[in-house]
């Protein structure tokens, strides 16, 4: 009796362990289906100023972040987190966001897009050049493989007489969104003991509140329609507040490698969106395109799981020598 009680109870114990890793894998992709709106929504709010944009999409993102908190009991954190997580999360925020929203004023949405979907890519070239890394000529063949599928998609425009240089302001915009947000990655991935997955949430405050004295000095106060008011929550509540926690809940306790794999797809995600809602055109260059950046964040993963074995061989060789 008592060892079918302890096989009862091991098997209780297990279900619910499953139970929890498929919860936290759903926050997870949640969190890649709501990232992957992000042009869509960016594009919905084009009317309004971009301080404007920024001041009510933080407030909510950090609202959003404090229930968050409050709910789980983890006001601790705050504790833990230096300073210079706090200066670097609010610059990061503002200057990320500033590059990310006003790239697709100031170009095509799928180009600028696609373009800010290389952070993975650039991610894996600059690991390359970090302290006790190794870098490879296959970080630089995945960074030029993505890079191709920029080419293709600008091609047409190549072809007919050089890039429309009226678009130029929003490709350096997407890039260096692009170069500000795989910097962070990096700093999140080396300092992940001292950085929670709300840092970027609370960050909103400050940041929220340098915007609205941005705003109320520089630019004109428009009120929102319902449907902006609609985009608002959910890219201020989910995007910019529930977004960050959703998938670090995904990661630490769902699928990880699922949720890895599934998060290079988003590229793919986000044009399916942009097409739904026929905010671009479709063609077999955008497809081509998309699927080489893809494929090249693809190839970020078998790179490192390559250096992963090569380490390991080396060790298993030092062992037995």
């Not at 692009?178 to 990096?186: F, S």
Request: one cysteine or more; glycine letters at 6%.
């Amino acid at each position: 009796m008592n060892l079918i009680s302890s096989l009862n109870l091991l098997k209780g114990i297990q279900m619910a362990k499953e139970e929890t890793q498929n919860t936290a894998t759903f926050s997870g992709i949640f969190a890649l289906i709501i990232w992957s709106l992000g042009a869509c929504l960016i594009r919905g709010l084009e009317r309004l100023p971009l301080l404007q944009i920024f001041t009510i999409a933080w407030s909510l993102g950090f609202l959003t972040t404090v229930w968050h908190l409050q709910r789980q009991g983890r006001w601790h954190i705050l504790q833990s987190i230096p300073w210079h997580a706090w200066l670097v999360g609010i610059s990061m925020l503002v200057i990320n966001h500033a590059a990310y929203v006003n790239s697709y004023r100031f170009a095509p949405t799928e180009q600028v897009d696609l373009i800010n979907y290389l952070w993975p890519v650039l991610v894996l070239l600059f690991t390359g050049f970090l302290p006790g890394e190794r870098f490879s000529p296959w970080h630089l063949a995945s960074a030029l493989f993505g890079f191709s599928g920029i080419y293709i998609l600008l091609y047409p425009e190549l072809k007919n007489g050089g890039i429309n240089f009226d678009y130029i302001e929003g490709y350096l915009c997407a890039i260096f969104a692009c170069i500000c947000w795989a910097l962070y990655v990096l700093y999140s991935r080396f300092l992940k003991a001292s950085v929670p997955s709300e840092l970027l949430g609370l960050c909103c405050a400050p940041s929220a509140f340098f915007a609205y004295c941005g705003h109320i000095s520089f630019e004109e106060t428009l009120s929102p329609n319902t449907q902006e008011i609609v985009i608002f929550m959910i890219y201020g509540t989910l995007s910019s507040g529930a977004g960050y926690w959703l998938w670090d809940n995904g990661i630490k306790q769902g699928h990880f490698k699922l949720l890895n794999v599934l998060s290079y797809f988003t590229p793919i995600l986000s044009v399916t969106w942009l097409l739904s809602f026929q905010l671009i055109q479709a063609s077999s260059t955008l497809f081509l395109a998309y699927t080489i950046v893809v494929a090249a964040s693809l190839s970020t993963l078998l790179v490192e799981k390559w250096q992963k074995k090569q380490v390991r061989k080396t060790i298993a060789l030092g062992v037995e020598n």
